[in-house]
């Protein structure tokens, strides 16, 4: 997920969480009611012969970190294509888009204080980065540059050094446990209709630029690297994501990395104290600017008498570099690729065509699936659609870890509440209560909602996703839950069956104005 969300909220029961009588019918049509005996064997198949793990690991052990563009996403999305050919399933193939840039990847780091005492340290270095060059020795210094006057007071003292870039942390106690289930009165909040916020706008843009000159001092003035703290992590979790640019043109910057935090600070100390300290670092990083389109990995099961209309279900197939991405986002990636092979084992009749999308350059904004909806659905800048548009149900996301699935953001769709909370029923049992009618951001729903087509993204359990394995070092085989997984797949094969069968497409809300159009006053 490129945009770390945080949910609150749930309820003790159904009608707490999507209110009493609030989106009530008298007699739901029968193609809203749950076929159990699809069920039954969506059930079967999914909880009894399970490859939801097996898929996992492959993404994640053997073609992990998938940084987009890199050689190990290219190589994951091929071994997808070939089961998803394998399981059945009809015109597999990578769907390019484009330009994204560069590619890169690491291949080789090691950092270790050499003195005055020897201690290794625990770090990555930044994506689209540059290496050392072979192994370096340097004296480090602490040089935070945060304001105009901070070039004027380095300026000519950090050639040859290793810089500490930022302001030691303060590192906090690990009070309360990492993992967390989603309780009653969390989900019950959740539910709850949330109060308008006022738009922010403004900073990001010029944080940019600043960070451009910043890049460049340190690169005209010759520093061997710069160092930064873990992020939001302590005890050897560390949070990073990409330093560099993807464009093959842009000004050079220096090698970056990303260290524990209580290294940082253990070396920030020293330096305070006036004792000297050096740092043996061996960085080698690659670039490959041979093609700089991407690609999403796309599939379909034929659908029957409605097959010209569509149901979608997908997640991110990218991921950051400190782990192998696993719960950001192998699980969601695993959890659609075992949904999609559970409906082809069951040889459930689908009444409408059902397309998987696994999608690349999510982890810099979305930009896999915007691509494939501006390129398949419309433009949402000046909100000129195509045909395809009208034969799109729904399109169902997942992306928010390993957590089982507690209900679905309803994402402002007010009409669909009815139908989500009859297809909801059979999975009381597992937890699955919640409606809420609120948007979760930050993934690649919001690139169908934009268009007007109907997207939505589950409520998940967070686990361990906000507090240690979201784009860190932790991110790992070993921090996926497998019956989680299990049943978030039987949920998914189960809500797009219903979706794909149903007599009509699911509700839309009404268009969204094109992006560029100014908003009316007092609209929000």
Sequence with gaps: MNRLVRAAGFAASLAVAVG???????????????????????????????????????????????????????AAADWTRQKLTEWGLSNA???????????????????????????????YPG??????????TADVVM?????EPDFAAFRGKLKGKIVLAQAVPEVQPLWDAPAHRLTDQELEDLAMQPAPQQRRFGGFGNFQQFNQRRMQFYVDEGVVAVIYPGGRGNGGTIFGT?????????????????????HYGRIARMLAKGVSVSLLLDIQNRFYDDNLNSFN?????????????????????DSWHGGTGATDNAAGSAVMLEAVRILKATGLKLRRTVRIALW???????????????????????????PEQAKLSGYFNVDNGTGRIRGVYLQGNEAVAPIFERWMEPFHSLGMTTLTIRNTGGTDHLSYDAVGLPG??????????????????????????PFDMMENAVIVATFVYQTANRDEKLPRKPLPKAAGTPRAAGSR
């Design 242 to 262: 990409g330093n560099g640019p993807r464009d093959p043109q842009a000004p050079p910057y220096p090698p970056t990395l990303s260290v524990a935090d209580e």
């Design 93 to 123: 193939h990578l769907e390019p888009w484009g330009p994204f840039g560069r590619g890169w990847s690491n291949e080789r780091f090691s950092a270790q204080v050499v003195s005055p005492r020897p201690f290794s340290v625990i770090g």
């Design 360 to 386: 690349t350059g999510e982890e810099q904004g979305l930009l896999g699936s915007r691509a494939y909806v501006k390129d398949h659905f419309g433009d949402p800048a000046t909100m000129q659609l195509k």
């Design 143 to 147: 040089a935070v540059i945060d304001s």
């Design 297 to 317: 990995v796309v599939a379909e099961i034929p659908g029957t008498d409605k097959a010209d209309e569509l149901v979608m279900l997908g997640g991110h197939f």
């Design 456 to 481: 939505f993204q589950f409520i998940q359990d967070p686990v361990e996703y906000g507090t240690r394995t979201h784009h860190s070092n932790m991110d790992l085989y070993e921090r996926i839950q």
């Design 20 to 74: 009493p009588g609030l989106w009530a019918q008298a007699a739901p049509p029968v193609t809203d009611r749950v076929d159990l005996d699809a069920l039954y064997k969506i059930k079967e198949e999914g909880l009894q012969r399970s490859q939801v793990m097996d898929i996992t690991s492959y993404l994640t052990d053997v073609y992990g970190p998938r940084l987009t563009n890199s050689p190990n996403i290219k």
């Design 127 to 136: 994506a689209w980065t540059p290496g050392t060059n072979g192994p370096v």
